[in-house]
C-alpha cells in the first residue's frame, strides 16, 4: 500500500495550512512508500536550499520508518548509527521528516519540511502528517 496523489496532496495543503498559521515560509514533500516523490509545494518567499532538505527528509523518514530526529539522536558520534547521513544517497537526520500512515496504521509513506527552525519543520510535518489519518 502506498500513499496516492490526492492523499498526497491533502497532506502538502495540511503542512501549508499550519505554515501560514505559525508565520514561516516552508518546502514540504512528500514520498510514497517506496521513497518517490509524489507532492511538493514551495511556499513564495521559502529558501531555495531548503527545497533538496525537505525531500531528503521525507526519504528519510521513510527509509527508515521513524521521524528524521530520532535518526539524528542515533546518529551522533558514538551513536549507533553515526554516519549514516552519508548513506542513501545523503540522508537529513534533524527534525521535519515524518512517516505517514494510513488508518490501520501501515506506513504509505512520509512527508518532509524544510524552511525554519527544526521545531517549526517538525510542527508543520506533524501537522500534514495527521490530514492523513
Do not use: C
Not at 533538496?52 to 527509509?63: E, F, H, L, P, Y
Not at 542513501?88 to 501501515?106: C, R, Y
Not at 524544510?114 to 500534514?128: P, R, Y
Amino acid at each position: 500500500m502506498s500513499i496516492n496523489l490526492a492523499q498526497a496532496q491533502k497532506v502538502v495543503q495540511a503542512a501549508l495550512a499550519e505554515s501560514t498559521k505559525i508565520d514561516t515560509k516552508m518546502n514540504v514533500a512528500v514520498v510514497d512508500a517506496g521513497m518517490n516523490l509524489v507532492a511538493f509545494a514551495r511556499q513564495d518567499g521559502a529558501w531555495l536550499g531548503s527545497i533538496d532538505i525537505a525531500i531528503k527528509k521525507a526519504r528519510t523518514a521513510r527509509g527508515f520508518d521513524m521521524d528524521s530526529g530520532e535518526i539524528g539522536k542515533l546518529s551522533q558520534p558514538g551513536g549507533s548509527l553515526y554516519n549514516i547521513e552519508h548513506s542513501n544517497g545523503g540522508l537529513i537526520s534533524f527534525p521535519g521528516g515524518v512517516p505517514l500512515k494510513d488508518a490501520s496504521g501501515t506506513i504509505v509513506g512520509a512527508i518532509g519540511v524544510s524552511g525554519s527552525t527544526v521545531e517549526n519543520d517538525h510542527t508543520v510535518a506533524s501537522a500534514g502528517a495527521k490530514a492523513l489519518g
